[in-house]
């Protein structure tokens, strides 16, 4: 069950907020990748919370959602019912997005729905995967009732496929190219799915840091609204698998499975920062369904 913050009480919304094992099909193309960084010791951490987490941890948000945030940044919506009211005025254009979450939770979903905003506002838009084929992301999008192909055809949506041990092989000559191919297709909205398999490339995690770093910095030059999707720590819902990516993105969105008192495992978001952006800190329930994601906004997980 849910209150409304008005305390109005309503059912939950089964089956669909059942866990992945019981309704696979809900995100099927969601997969995690199992295994840990093997060399992340108790020293490198506290020395990467120490540099890393000081010099971006930065701009996290008011917790005063009622207060207005004063900006000239032009801004755009997620495309997500629901959980663009929860954040005043909409994501500062040019942000850079991460969308982190466990296996099932909708990321790959997020990531469309996201790119599917744009397309509706005529906006020019380009999908890479890590992690699906081209084809498998069209008939993702095509169940959502989202003609991603017919905006592949009309040139303003590319869907890019890589290999993730190719890209790592050649993420130098990538991230040079990638702000000038940005350029020329004039993208709006860029997203990657997922950063997670990028970063498992590396086992040293010096090396990880130093090339997301450096990727993320060549995405935040070539002024495109990026988004990156992540596989969450499996110890901490709140912490990205590396606890890198976390510190550079300007917004971070977490989902995550949530068991109630009546033993029901729900799906619930939250907002944990967006620079420049007023935007509630509440924990609100959410549902894949048919039409892609939808945040309830007046319930409440109990």
Known sequence: MYRRTDGVVYPAFSPAWAPMSENPDDDWFESGVEGSD????????????DDFASAFEGGMGSSDFDEDFESDIPRINLGIKGLDEMIQGGVPERSLIVVMGSAGTGKTTFGLQFLHEGLQRGEQTVFITL????????????EKGWVFDEFE???????VDLDPVEMANSLGSIRNDLPRLIDEFDADRLVL????????????QAERRTEVFDFTKSLKEAG???MLTSEASKDNPYASRHGIIEYLTDAVVVLQY????????RL???IQKIRNANHSRETKPYEITGD???????ANIF
């Open 38 to 49: 093997p060399i992340e010791g108790d020293d490198e951490e506290a020395l990467f919370e």
């Open 131 to 142: 992690e699906e084929s081209r084809e498998a992301i069209l008939d993702a999008s095509a």
């Open 153 to 159: 055809a009309d040139d303003q949506l590319a869907i």
């Open 193 to 204: 799915d997922s950063v997670s398999l990028l970063e498992m490339m590396y086992q040293d």
């Open 224 to 226: 495109v609204t990026t």
């Open 258 to 265: 949530v068991r109630s008192e009546f033993r029901e495992t």
């Open 268 to 270: 619930a978001v939250e």
């Open 292 to 298: 892609g994601i939808s945040v309830y906004q007046q």
